[in-house]
């Protein structure tokens, strides 16, 4: 029998040490049975199921997809990417929540945030840049969508969930613009709040129940704070779920043309 | 034994007196061994309904003669013993073919592997998206104006650019026509109905160009609006040229500044 290289010895005694790792109690517990983290990938179709089968986009990504559906032309991932900024704006939005206080100090917090804090100003720009990057991809998801002809049966219920998702974007905007409490702030969200007062016959009450009062303060400030960090993420997140549910019930990517 | 609660013995009883047209209390006696059970002298009536299958189907249960059994069992013995198989206690109403709820497609569609062919492109484009951010983020700083102060109006004073073109419209119409009955009939109400307005089964561009023309029209309209209400819009709301009177925007300053 050949004598084995002293490198040759700790390259088997490493393939060895990885193999029982792999197929050891802990990663048995952790990955599902098939994942490639236990078996190792070698790239085959079964394996290529394997991957997202035991993997938790199981959720959102079926094993195949329409060969038209992945031309980078054809969606120019615009569903993903609003999504996509949307987890973005979460990370970057609960790191600015430990630096905020939404009351009279919002203004000093936010000058904190820019002067003193390491990357506070770059995190509050990827969060501002970030919003009106999203409200963009968005709108530009429902034109793809539209130009498609995506909305048409068995779609048009996701046609609506997903004009909602837009409003609950353009929501989730507007009452982020208040809460640096500077002047661009506060009167931009005055002049929109202004246009909610303008309703027929509940116009006073809108206003007053948008702003807690009747101009904006710092009331309105606590008011859009909550509805920015908590009541709206978990409301659009609701309606997410449903949408990319229906994306896949309703048979997956429309078309081709 | 376990007791059998009273109102089910009643239901049972009377389900039972109905079908062999006997009084409950006669069933209920039956039932718990106080009396003779009826069912062997209903035996032959079955007889009968067999002579007859028609009639059975319709009769929902064979009402009961209390002369005929004795003598037909006497006539006819050994048929007796079959009676019970053919005793009929349900109608046929109709026939319900197994069908899935929801219906398979057959036709063969061209499929890729989600992985690599869409999952790969798909994280390619969140790490571009994500580096573009960062590099706007970098160069671009947002903007911070002096404290909120409620006493000083600042002119002009301008929403948030996605909200600009409905402020445009704003200066031009009434406050209820253009600023809510507008966003809401146009933007809310017609554009969720919109799939249900558009009955065309057609996707491609050519077969249903008023759709098109439709959604390019507002799309141009929405655009002109935002880009007047953004760069052409300053001081009074009065019309104002961007590269002679300058621009006022402050959510793009330090871009303003930059130049």
Redesign the interface.
Known sequence: MQKLSFRDKIKEARINASDSFRGGKLMSSIFRPGSPFRKGYVDSPRNRSYVVMNNVLYHLHPVKVKRHGVRLSYTLCLGGLSFFLFIVLTITGIWLMFYFRPTELAYVDIQNLQTSIAFGSLVRNMHRWGAHLMVLVVFLHMSRVFYHGAYKAPREFNWVIGVILLLLTLLLSFTGYLLPWDQLAIWAVTVGGNMAGYTPVIGAQAKFGLFAGLEATTATLLRFYVLHVLFLPFIIVIFMAVHFWRVRKDGGISGPL | MVDIPEHLLIRSAEARAKALGITVEQALAEMKGEAEPTVISKEPDVQVIDETPAPVAETPAPVAETPAPATTKKDTPEEVEFAPEVKVTQRLLTVVKAKPIQKP?SEP???????????L??FV??MA??AF??L???I???????????N???NP???????LG??EL?SYWD??IA???IPLLLG?VL??A???I?R??????SK?KF??MF?TFF?AGAGILTIIGVLFRGPGWNWTYPWIDGIWF??LLDWIHFE
């Open positions: 497609v569609v061209d499929k890729v592997n989600t992985w690599p062919h869409l999952m492109p798909e484009s969140l998206m994500t951010l960062i706007l983020s970098a671009l700083q947002a903007p911070l104006l002096e404290e909120a102060n409620p000083v109006t600042p004073a301008k929403a948030p650019w996605y909200f409905l402020q704003l406050p209820q600023g809510v009955m809310v554009w969720m919109f799939p249900y558009d065309n089964p057609e996707t491609h561009p249903r759709a098109i959604y799309l402050d959510d």
